[in-house]
C-alpha cells in the first residue's frame, strides 16, 4: 500500500504505528535519502542540495531506489510506501514494476490535513535521526528532555529539527507538493484505489480507523 499525502501529514507516523499490526515493513524514499546524505554515499551527495531546499530529487535517483528496494527479501509480503510516488512519472514507473514483480497495488491511503496546520507541525517538529520517531515541541514533547530521545533506552540518540523542516523550505514543500504529487489523487481515483481520510486529529484516532479499514 502506499500513504499519499502532504509533508507533515502524518504518513510516517501512520506507516511506523501499522508496522506490527500488519507486519509488513515501512518503505520511506526520505529516510533512505537521509542515511545516503549522512554517509555522504554518492547518492548523498547528489540528494542533499535538493533535500535541503525543498525540491524533489530526480525521478530516475528515487525510481533506482524503489526498484532496488522492493526485491529485497523482507518485502515480498508487502509494503507500505511512505514519500514515494510523488510525481506522475514515478506512479507510472512504480505500475511497471509491479506489474513486472506480479505485486498488485492494494490501497493508497491519502491522508488530508490543512495546510496551516502542516505548517504548524512541520516547524515544531523534531525528529530522532536513529528510530525515526517524531516529536513536536509543543503538542507532542519528548518524555525528558530535549534533545534526547531518551525514553527507550536502546535510543539515545539527539533529536534534530530537520534542515528541510525551517518555514521557508517547508512553504517550498508544500508547493512541491500541490504542483507535482497532489495530480496523483486523480491518479490513484480513476484507479479505484484511493481511501481518503481526515488527517487533522489525534494520531491515535487515525491509526484506528486505518487498522479497521485494513482489517
Ligand atoms: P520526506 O521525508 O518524505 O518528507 O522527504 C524529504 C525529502 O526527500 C523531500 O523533500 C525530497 O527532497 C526527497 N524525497 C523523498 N522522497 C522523494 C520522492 N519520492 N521523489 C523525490 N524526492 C523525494
Known amino acids: ?3 499519499l ?11 511506523q504505528a501499522l508496522v ?44 533506482g531506489l524503489i526498484q532496488d528496494r522492493l526485491v529485497e527479501p523482507d518485502v515480498s509480503g508487502g509494503w507500505m510506501l511512505d514519500g514515494f510516488p510523488r510525481t506522475t512519472v514515478q506512479a507510472e514507473a512504480l505500475d511497471q514494476l509491479l506489474e513486472k514483480l506480479g505485486q498488485p497495488l492494494e490501497a493508497v491511503v491519502l491522508i488530508n490535513v490543512p495546510e496551516a496546520k502542516l505548517v504548524e507541525r512541520l516547524t515544531g517538529r523534531r525528529t530522532c535521526m536513529t528510530c525515526k520517531r517524531v516529536f513536536h515541541v509543543l503538542f507532542n514533547p519528548p518524555p525528558t528532555t530535549i534533545p534526547f530521545c531518551d525514553d527507550h533506552a ?27 504529487t497532489e495530480p496523483l489523487i486523480s491518479y490513484y481515483e480513476q484507479q479505484h484505489k484511493l481511501h481518503s481520510i481526515d488527517g487533522d486529529r489525534p494520531a491515535e484516532a487515525i491509526t484506528g480507523e486505518l487498522k479497521a479499514f485494513l482489517g
Not at 5 to 15: D, I, L, N, R, W
Not at 38 to 57: D, S
Open 1 to 3: 500500500m502506499i500513504f
Open 154 to 180: 536502546d535510543c539515545p540518540s539527539e533529536l534534530v529539527h530537520r534542515p528541510d523542516d525551517s518555514l521557508d523550505v517547508v512553504i517550498q514543500r508544500q508547493a512541491v507538493y500541490r504542483d507535482q
Open 5 to 15: 499525502g502532504a509533508p507533515g501529514s502524518g504518513k510516517g507516523t501512520q506507516a
Open 20 to 63: 506490527p499490526n500488519l507486519g509488513i515493513p515501512q518503505i520511506s524514499t526520505g529516510d533512505i535519502l537521509r542515511a545516503a546524505v549522512k554517509a555522504e554515499t554518492p547518492l548523498g551527495l547528489e540528494a542533499k542540495a535538493f533535500m535541503n531546499r525543498g525540491a524533489l530529487v530526480p525521478d530516475e535517483v528515487v525510481i
